[in-house]
């Protein structure tokens, strides 16, 4: 799928100043929000971005980018 984003120029233009690769940020942005939403797994974190698993994990973690667990999960994670 390919999705059209449309910016104002002036905006595009500071975010190209600042990002340098626009459509690679907002793929990113979209790869974080999507984990963190539980939409996107990691394995599909690391197909969108073309990371290793390693290098999946190191991304997910810089934008503090965590699945939700609590309590009841590790009490679940430590009867298995």
């Not at 990113?28 to 994990?57: D, F, K, M, P």
């Not at 503090?64 to 994670?77: H, T």
Request: proline share 4%; charged share 30%; aromatic share 8%.
């Amino acid at each position: 799928m390919n999705v059209a984003v449309e910016l104002p120029d002036d905006i595009a233009r500071q975010l190209e100043m600042t990002w340098h690769d626009v459509p690679r940020r907002v793929l990113e942005a979209i790869a974080v929000e999507g984990y963190r939403s539980g939409a996107l797994t990691h394995g599909q974190v690391q197909r969108l971005l073309n990371l290793s698993w390693w290098e999946t994990e190191a991304f997910l973690k810089e934008r503090q980018a965590y699945l939700p667990y609590d309590e009841a999960d590790l009490e679940q994670d430590c009867a298995a």
